[in-house]
């Protein structure tokens, strides 16, 4: 018989081991290559990977501002106690010193600003460097912003660290991962969109309902660290984002070139007009988002638990609509009439806001408040509606600007109208009234809004029929 020393047997599970651990050191080295090049994928494999993560990035940050109505309570729970003061006391209302209402609404405000003001300019450091470096710089700046804010005492410096700070890294993660996405899509752009703008909304559901149990057992401090560590994990979403085929450097523009091309795209005739008359619909965005909680608390005498749903019902009807505008949007010709028809439902329901005495007209409002604000998922693929493929991105970082600097101004309107007048009647009513007068306009822009085979027949002008660019122009236009 032979004799096989032990030696032998540990000499090949050695050899076994290093083999094993070779072949999944391997495995890793591919998969990092992998994720480090260029992908041309188009409707398919890579481009819903794509899609996911601009899903889950747009989960967690529009989701945190959304939610900002029930961190709001607590901090002006916070704040109004070191003035001896009730959130719904008269008290807050008496002297300009403590009419902190307001205040406090513009650290919420700030960062939603600084997150759509900053469209254009991350859109432009993106379009040089790439989405991935800045979406992951971004996210990095969003979740320090959150961690910070819990260490805040006074309202200056939560809105240096929430409202800056976090608005700077919001902008950087939000413009360029949803100004991007079209190109990965052709057939299912408009779905691929809306699924991922759906996702600020399934974040508000999520969020709401954790920070209202967060706020209630351990405080508004414990509500920024549990999103600051949220806010970390979209650091891995940004990797995700792997970059479409590379131009030669010579071909890349500076960036002082891309910001010039981003404002000239305001310079095309029908964006120009419906980008201001649609940025109407978003003064009334954040106004809702933060104060509706306070006011059932307030005004109707609602728990706290029992305010925060309506969130909860706003979301889950945003979120479902969102799905259904992309949708639609791949049918039909003219997708600026879906716009406008979520946006005039809820240019409605603010209109009526005054008539709401119940808990559960409130429960019906915020249904239909869910329904216009899918807007913002259903205006996403206008822009390469009315400028064309070319342009779109850019044209998103200017819808991003204006759409920034409106709904920036309605969580503090409302704030300074509690405080003057202890109701939000008056500047609800015209926050509806600004939004049916946007549906209303954008008619004009509707009417005037080129058919697709006008598009195709124009491009196809300018190009040679023999030429290769223009069957990839008629192709990228048909697919609007």
């Not at 409605?348 to 409130?362: C, G, K, Q």
């Amino acid at each position: 018989m032979t004799h096989v020393s032990s030696s032998n047997f540990n000499h090949v599970g050695d050899v076994q081991t290093k083999k094993a651990t070779t072949q999944t050191n391997a495995r890793r080295r591919s998969s990092i290559k992998i994720l480090m090049l260029p992908t041309a994928a188009v409707d398919e494999g890579w481009s819903w990977v794509v899609c996911i993560a601009c899903f889950f990035i747009n989960f967690v940050l529009i989701g945190v501002w959304s939610s900002f109505g029930v961190l709001y309570v607590g901090l002006l729970e916070h704040y109004v106690d070191s003035n001896e003061t009730d959130i719904c006391s008269s008290e807050n209302r008496s002297q300009s010193s403590n009419a902190i209402s307001g205040q406090t609404a513009w650290i919420g405000s700030q960062a939603t600003l600084f997150t759509f003001l900053l469209g254009p300019l991350s859109v432009s450091l993106a379009t040089r460097w790439g989405v991935r470096p800045v979406v992951i710089t971004g996210c990095c700046l969003f979740s320090i912003g959150l961690f910070l804010t819990a260490a805040t005492n006074q309202i200056w410096q939560a809105i240096l660290t929430y409202g800056v700070m976090g608005g700077l890294g919001g902008s950087m993660m939000y413009s360029p991962t949803v100004g991007s996405l079209p190109a990965y899509f052709r057939k299912r752009k408009s779905l691929a969109v809306c699924l991922a703008r759906s996702g600020s909304w399934f974040g508000n559901l999520a969020f709401v309902s954790c920070m209202t149990v967060i706020r209630d057992e351990f405080g508004w401090r414990m509500q920024c660290v549990f999103l600051g560590c949220i806010g970390s994990l979209t650091i891995f979403m940004g990797a995700l984002y792997r970059p479409r085929p590379v131009q030669p450097a010579s071909a890349r523009p500076s960036v002082k070139e891309i910001v010039v091309q981003s404002c000239n795209s305001q310079r095309h005739r029908r964006f120009a007009v419906w980008v201001w008359i649609h940025s109407l619909h978003f003064f009334q965005l954040y106004l809702v988002l933060f104060h509706l909680v306070r006011h059932a608390r307030c005004m109707l005498g609602v728990d706290s638990t029992a305010s925060s749903l309506l969130l909860v019902y706003l979301s889950a009807a945003a979120a479902c609509c969102s799905i259904s505008n992309g949708i639609l949007q791949d049918k039909v010709k003219n997708k600026i009439l879906i716009l406008q028809f979520v946006i005039f439902v809820g240019g409605v329901a603010n209109l009526s806001f005054r008539f709401l005495t119940t808990y559960r007209h409130l429960i019906v409002y915020s249904i239909l408040i869910g329904i216009g604000d899918s807007f913002l998922s259903a205006m996403c693929v206008i822009p390469q509606e009315l400028v064309g493929s070319k342009e779109a991105v850019n044209a998103f970082g200017i819808l991003s600007f204006s759409g920034g600097l409106v709904s920036c101004f309605g969580g503090p309107a409302g704030g300074w109208a509690f405080d003057a007048t202890g109701s939000y009647d008056v500047v609800f009513t015209i926050a509806g009234g600004f939004s049916v007068v946007s549906c209303l306009l954008m008619f004009c822009v509707s009417c005037s809004t080129k058919t697709k085979s006008e598009m195709v027949a124009e491009a196809s002008k300018n190009e040679p029929k023999s030429s290769p660019a223009a069957e990839v122009v008629g192709s990228v236009e048909t697919s609007v």
